[in-house]
């Protein structure tokens, strides 16, 4: 029986048994470890909530030119994604541009290879969450960046559950992942997505910071809350709030033209267009729309509805100066030292000067003299609420004597002043002599 010559040495460089499969198995690491891969091994992430250029992009590309990466980017590999491909993890999509234009600007193979620290697939969720804890750290992202993240994850959240999450569901998840959100702040960046974004995303995405996007929802809010008041009473048309609203804020979708002076100012002329009541005058919204009067209102609530006393009562009784109803329920402040009297079985309100001058010395404790400050706003809000229920019309007495279109106008809209009024007949203690009509014209 013959041997047939072999070629160990050939035989043993011959490669072993493989399945077919074999080559298309991925094994993915347990663990974290350090790997080194390529620029063509690595993607961003797509769901980075960064979609501005950082910057400091600039100062971290010269920094990475010079010495390289200070720190290791962390990158995982999603099993639904392509194969053979990672993503960051946490941060590291500004890094990654940085060195794809090195590798393309000098050729350097330090750039095309990078160390990394591989991280098991966390899930998307917290990847999401992730890359906002890191660039929190950094404080590099803007308030609307930082809300479309915060969305996207509440998104994936409910996808995961399957059911809606409240906004302090959402508080608690994030809170657990390392990036505490109260849940104020989150329902804030709900309405900046929902009612500034779709109308301003130019000035939004320029980096318009959180106070300036807190006033101008807390505006929004005032407004609406006016609108709903007399919207039933007035004729509209088709239009609505949000329309009012969106289209004026168009307008200033632009870092150099934004100022909430400026919009306040645009806003209350559409709303007078689109909202027309004899109520709601120019100096009305203004006031509405007060951070001073929603501070107020927030504080000691809104104010009581004030009935208007009738004219005989707003005037002198007789020739004698008897005193009227209104001067009666007058109460005149008083120092602090001089005794406490009292009118009709109430005391005396302090001036609110007086107030802080005795809680300073002592004399009063901090509580009471909250009370009284409380109180005297609360007189001064109740005097201003008769004043602003009268109007003003641009009409004399000589107009209506000679009966102008103006005077008739006024008289049709408001009525027929008391001749007696006109004539001076009767007429308040504090008011000056009436002028005779000749006086007048000259």
Not at 43 to 61: A, C, E, G, L, Q
Not at 133 to 155: C, D, M, P, T
């Amino acid at each position: 029986m013959s041997r047939k010559s072999s070629n160990v040495g050939a035989a043993m460089l011959q490669p072993g048994r493989q399945s077919q499969a074999a080559g298309n198995i991925s094994v993915m690491p347990a663990a974290e470890m350090p790997m080194v891969l390529t620029l063509d091994q690595l993607s961003p992430n797509p769901d980075n909530p960064r979609t501005s250029r950082n910057p400091r992009y600039d100062d971290i590309k010269a920094s990475i030119r010079s010495r390289g990466l200070d720190t290791v980017p962390k990158v995982t590999r999603d099993p639904d994604g392509e194969p053979d491909m990672y993503i960051f993890s946490d941060g590291g999509n500004t890094r990654y541009q940085i060195l794809s234009e090195l590798w393309q600007e000098t050729g350097e193979d330090r750039f095309f290879r990078v160390h990394v620290l591989f991280k098991p697939w966390p899930g998307r969720l917290q990847c999401v969450i992730g890359h906002l804890a890191e660039n929190e750290v950094r404080g590099e992202l803007s308030f609307i960046e930082k809300a479309q993240g915060i969305h996207k994850a509440r998104s994936i959240y409910e996808e995961q559950l399957g059911k809606p999450v409240s906004l302090r569901q959402l508080s608690e998840l994030l809170t657990r992942e390392g990036l505490p959100v109260h849940n104020s702040t989150i329902s804030r960046m709900e309405d900046a997505l929902k009612y500034l974004f779709p109308w301003i995303p130019d000035l939004l995405e320029s980096g318009l910071g959180r106070p300036q996007i807190t006033a101008l929802l807390a505006l929004r809010h005032d407004a609406e809350r006016v609108w709903d008041e007399f919207c039933l009473i007035s004729d509209t048309g088709d239009k609505s709030f949000s329309d009012v609203f969106g289209q004026c804020c168009g307008r200033f979708n632009s870092p150099e033209l934004w100022s909430l002076e400026m919009f306040r100012d645009e806003l209350i002329g559409d709303l007078l267009h689109a909202l027309p009541h004899p109520e709601l005058d120019y100096d009305r919204w203004m006031m509405e729309l007060d951070p001073k009067e929603r501070n107020r209102r927030h504080h000691f609530g809104d104010p009581e509805p004030v009935s208007i006393p009738p004219v005989n009562s707003l005037v002198t009784a007789d020739s004698a100066g008897q005193a009227t109803p209104a001067q009666k329920s007058v109460e005149v402040a008083q120092p602090f030292s001089s005794p406490r009297r009292e009118i009709s079985g109430e005391p005396v309100t302090p001036a609110p000067d007086k107030a802080f001058q005795a809680a300073h010395y002592g004399l009063i404790s901090r509580n009471r003299r909250d009370e009284l400050l409380s109180h005297c706003a609360h007189l001064i809000r109740k005097v201003y609420g008769v004043l602003r229920l009268y109007r003003t019309v641009k009409v004399n007495r000589a107009d209506i004597a000679i009966q102008t279109k103006e005077a008739q106008q006024a008289i049709e809209k408001l009525g027929m002043p008391d001749t007696d009024i006109l004539t001076g007949k009767k007429r308040s203690s504090f008011s000056p002599p009436l002028r005779k009509a000749v006086q007048e014209e000259k």
